[in-house]
């Protein structure tokens, strides 16, 4: 199964926090792609992950011959499509960048959506950019919605300024789209929220179909009451549907695995073997056949308050 994310990256700032230089990544069979990435450096404003440590929110691009891009001969040889760019920070401080890219396809189903917020215009979010594939008539809707705080998956995320994931779009009564969602075939989503200080608000949602999911399996973590583990908040698989039972008593410190790295360190980090994470997260995710990780802290205001954990 091809999921709707081919590839991610992490970049970091090199000691001297002038520029973004490689960390690691997950490419799959594309690994030309990351022979090409791992000698590159990014400046301020430069490059995909330079755009997003700029701008300071979520950044889109799906047009590849843009100046911001500098990998465009090889993203086109790969396969590639669209990439966006998620950047952390500790309140000003930059720690990383993921960039995760998607490939298209005749088949390929799947949308990338950046939505935006300004308190002073509006308390309405309205979409900014947007990647649609060949979804032609649901990103014409889409360009004309707008979601208050706490209606839609956008909106969602939005009010409980947390990575929000939506399991059964085209069932779910709070998805105020499922009937366009349904004509192309999307049915699950997630969404990350972006709360500035200014007021401004940006909302991601990745939306993806059954036979092209965001990823193989979703997993978010938050700390428990005592901040001295994370426990399971919500999750999808496309094999198991009892994540939430399996992980009741589930407890990950700062030392277990992958995810207890990335909230150590408040860095994103990727394994390219779940067999080699003797966690218990990693002894499940290699049981459902799951290949790769990459976790991903989700801080607000300097704090921690949840780890995505993306499969393939």
Same mark, same amino acid.
């Given at each position: 199964?091809?999921?709707?994310?081919?590839?991610?990256?992490?970049?970091?700032?090199?000691?001297?926090?002038?520029?973004?230089?490689?960390?690691?990544?997950?490419?799959?069979?594309?690994?030309?792609?990351?022979?090409?990435?791992?000698?590159?450096?990014?400046?301020?404003?430069?490059?995909?992950?330079?755009?997003?440590?700029?701008?300071?929110?979520? &950044?889109?691009? $799906? /047009? #590849?011959?843009?100046?911001?891009?500098?990998? =465009?001969? @090889?993203? +086109? *040889?790969?396969?590639? !499509?669209?990439?966006?760019?998620?950047?952390?920070?500790?309140?000003?401080?930059?720690?990383?960048?993921?960039?995760?890219?998607?490939?298209?396809?005749?088949?390929?189903?799947?949308?990338?959506?950046?939505?935006?917020?300004?308190?002073?215009?509006?308390?309405?979010?309205?979409?900014?950019?947007?990647?649609?594939?060949?979804?032609?008539?649901?990103?014409?809707? &889409?360009?004309? $919605? /707008? #979601?208050?705080?706490?209606?839609?998956?956008? =909106?969602? @995320?939005? +009010? *409980?300024?947390?990575? !929000?994931?939506?399991?059964?779009?085209?069932?779910?009564?709070?998805?105020?789209?499922?009937?366009?969602?349904?004509?192309?075939?999307?049915?699950?989503?997630?969404?990350?929220?972006?709360?500035?200080?200014?007021?401004?608000?940006?909302?991601?949602?990745?939306?993806?179909?059954?036979?092209?999911?965001?990823?193989?399996?979703?997993?978010?973590?938050?700390?428990?009451?005592?901040?001295?583990?994370?426990?399971?908040?919500?999750?999808?698989?496309?094999?198991?549907?009892?994540?939430?039972?399996?992980?009741?008593?589930?407890?990950?410190?700062?030392?277990?695995?992958?995810?207890?790295?990335?909230?150590?360190?408040?860095?994103?980090?990727?394994?390219?073997?779940?067999?080699?994470?003797?966690?218990?997260?990693?002894?499940?995710?290699?049981?459902?056949?799951?290949?790769?990780?990459?976790?991903?802290?989700?801080?607000?205001?300097?704090?921690?308050?949840?780890?995505?954990?993306?499969?393939?």
């Amino acid at each position: 199964m091809k999921t709707f994310i081919r590839i991610a990256e992490i970049w970091v700032p090199t000691k001297d926090r002038t520029q973004l230089e490689f960390g690691d990544g997950l490419y799959g069979p594309l690994g030309e792609f990351r022979s090409v990435s791992q000698g590159m450096r990014f400046g301020f404003d430069e490059g995909l992950p330079g755009w997003a440590w700029a701008a300071g929110h979520p &950044v889109i691009m $799906t /047009k #590849f011959e843009d100046s911001h891009f500098k990998r =465009g001969a @090889a993203a +086109k *040889a790969a396969g590639l !499509t669209c990439g966006v760019a998620l950047p952390i920070f500790a309140g000003d401080f930059l720690l990383a960048v993921v960039v995760l890219f998607c490939g298209g396809g005749e088949t390929h189903v799947g949308a990338i959506e950046l939505w935006h917020g300004d308190l002073d215009e509006s308390y309405d979010l309205r979409l900014a950019d947007g990647y649609f594939g060949a979804a032609d008539t649901f990103e014409f809707n &889409v360009r004309y $919605t /707008k #979601f208050p705080r706490g209606y839609g998956l956008p =909106g969602r @995320a939005w +009010k *409980a300024n947390m990575p !929000t994931i939506e399991k059964d779009l085209l069932n779910s009564k709070s998805f105020l789209r499922s009937q366009q969602a349904a004509e192309i075939g999307i049915n699950r989503g997630l969404g990350i929220p972006y709360l500035h200080a200014s007021g401004h608000t940006w909302v991601v949602t990745f939306l993806s179909a059954l036979d092209t999911p965001v990823a193989r399996r979703l997993e978010i973590w938050i700390p428990n009451a005592a901040h001295d583990a994370l426990v399971f908040h919500s999750g999808d698989c496309d094999q198991n549907t009892q994540l939430a039972t399996d992980h009741q008593s589930t407890r990950i410190g700062k030392q277990d695995g992958i995810i207890g790295r990335a909230w150590l360190t408040g860095i994103p980090a990727v394994l390219d073997n779940c067999a080699g994470d003797p966690s218990r997260t990693g002894r499940s995710a290699a049981a459902a056949g799951m290949n790769a990780v990459l976790a991903m802290p989700f801080i607000h205001a300097g704090q921690l308050k949840a780890v995505i954990a993306w499969y393939f």
